[in-house]
């Protein structure tokens, strides 16, 4: 989807070393979730039941939040709250 951008994980990390109080990174969790739900019906295009391609779809964001949460926004002492 080239027009659907997330914010760049460096300026992410800046925004978390400074003042800011909240960041928003809903655009990357769609980006992912729509990406293993096209993932799936690509590679399944019968496939109709949503527990097919939404459980996967939901396994894709939680990697994506564990990964800014670690390797971006530097929380990684938080990630235990997400277990």
């Known amino acids: 989807m080239p027009d659907a951008i ?4 460096e300026q992410l990390r800046k925004a978390a070393k400074s003042a800011v109080c ?4 809903d655009s990357d969790s769609r980006l992912a979730f729509t990406a293993a739900v096209r993932r799936v019906l690509h590679d399944n295009p019968g496939e109709f039941d949503p527990r097919k391609y939404c459980g996967p779809a939901r396994d894709e964001m939680e990697k994506m939040y564990k990964h800014k949460i670690t390797d971006v926004l530097g929380s990684d002492n938080k990630l235990a709250q997400l277990d």
Request: hydrophobic fraction near 40%; charged fraction near 25%; charge should be neutral.
């Open 22 to 25: 909240k960041i928003n990174i």
């Open 6 to 9: 997330g914010i760049p994980e």
